[in-house]
């Protein structure tokens, strides 16, 4: 079995990640924020650490500006339904996943407005197209950090330089770098930074969550409300963070499990866990051109180098369609990837491969050149004359 759709979830997860899951479930499974004992108290001080470990990642700062939620998707709905108004005006790259578009055609239907901000068939963020992209409404930019699809990342620097300029909010979808790139709200100028815990962060799935700036919660609507064992003498929201954005039974064996996946990454150490899926990236990427020097056969989404991008490569098998050649690889060779759209239908329009899609495959820290080496003898395989189709 090789494991190659890091991009859609990590796996495996770092065995503490388990282990804290169960030990939490079988020796302290109480909830936090109503019980008066002191078994509450220790799994709230776990939560609260778990929270400092996601802020210092991020930049620093008050641990309460972290909130937890299911994933990225909801995150984002949160941020995107709460703080923008009928008659706003919003940028957004012209590669964002549909965790961003379809919130976006909802709000459309309430009066809200978007521009996309045009892409280069690489990925590459069109900066100098960003002015021209700006009007009297404009409250925000939303912007991936990286691309699901072909992996490049966006400028989020000159982004955010650009956005604090010109008074707008900031935000960032960190689905895809969260857990391997640096990410500093501050540097980056970032307002409201989302976040899923299955991906690079290697936590376990159903727990993500948004950081985000003291002074901007109260610009953004909650989402959802209910009890939240705080303030219970009022049915009114708490205004204070992070309960405003935190009611109901929290997910803590997920919140928990996330942390130890997070204690993880900081004995491995960010730079090493990307240096060595860069790595991976680019002997895939050198094996490829040597398979296929004319690109007769397969055809790259984006960049073939390793500038400015993550480990996710997608192509298109030029000798049949994506999905038998993806059924393929799992049935006679075991390599498991993602096959489609990936749920970003405006980046496959932009790189040039809608409809049909790609087959994408993504590598991730438990990953090794041996399996690429694999998957790069399959594909040669699968690409001799009429194998695909017999």
């Known amino acids: 079995m090789i494991y190659l759709d890091n991009a859609s979830t990590t796996f495996p997860k770092p065995p503490e990640v388990a282990e804290t899951m169960a030990r939490y479930l079988t020796e302290g499974g109480c909830n936090i924020n109503r019980g008066g004992y002191a078994m509450a108290y220790r799994t709230e001080e776990l939560v609260y650490e778990t929270r400092q470990q996601l802020r210092d990642l991020f930049g620093g700062g008050d641990c309460r500006e972290v909130i937890f939620t299911k994933n990225v998707t909801e995150s984002l709905n949160v941020l995107l339904k709460g703080f923008l108004r009928p008659g706003d005006h919003v940028l957004v790259s012209a590669m964002e996943h549909n965790a961003v578009m379809r919130p976006l055609r909802q709000l459309e239907k309430t009066g809200v407005s978007f521009t996309r901000i045009p892409c280069r068939p690489d990925g590459a963020l069109c900066l100098d197209a960003l002015p021209g992209c700006l009007r009297e409404n404009t409250r925000a930019v939303v912007m991936t950090h990286a691309s699901n699809v072909c992996g490049t990342l966006l400028p989020a620097a000159e982004v955010g330089a650009f956005c604090r300029a010109h008074g707008l909010r900031f935000f960032l979808d960190a689905a895809q770098t969260a857990g391997v790139w640096p990410l500093d ?34 610009e953004i609507d909650p989402l959802l409300s209910g009890g939240t064992g705080s ?73 073939r180098n390793l500038t400015d991008r993550t480990g996710v490569v997608s192509l298109q098998a030029l000798f049949a369609d994506p999905a038998q050649v993806a059924c393929a690889l799992d049935a006679e060779f075991g390599i498991m990837t993602r096959v489609g759209l990936h749920c970003a239908p405006a980046a496959h329009q932009t790189l040039g491969t809608y409809p049909i899609g790609t087959i994408r495959f993504s590598f991730s820290w438990w990953n090794t050149p041996e399996e690429v080496d694999t998957a790069l003898s399959a594909l040669e395989e699968l690409s001799r004359e009429g194998r695909i189709w017999n």
């Open 185 to 218: 709200m501050e540097a980056l100028g970032v307002d409201a930074l989302a976040f899923t815990g299955h991906k690079g962060l290697l936590g376990p799935q159903g727990v993500g969550g948004f950081v985000l700036r003291q002074e901007l919660a109260p």
């Open 231 to 303: 303030l219970s003498h009022t049915e009114e929201v708490p205004p204070f963070l992070p309960d405003r954005f935190e009611p109901g039974t929290m997910n803590l064996p997920g919140i928990l499990g996330l942390g130890a996946a997070l204690s993880f990454l900081e004995r491995t150490g960010l730079e090493r866990i990307r240096a060595h899926e860069l790595e991976l990236t680019g002997r895939f990427l050198a094996g490829l051109g040597s398979l296929d020097p004319d690109g007769r056969k397969f055809r790259v989404a984006g960049r």
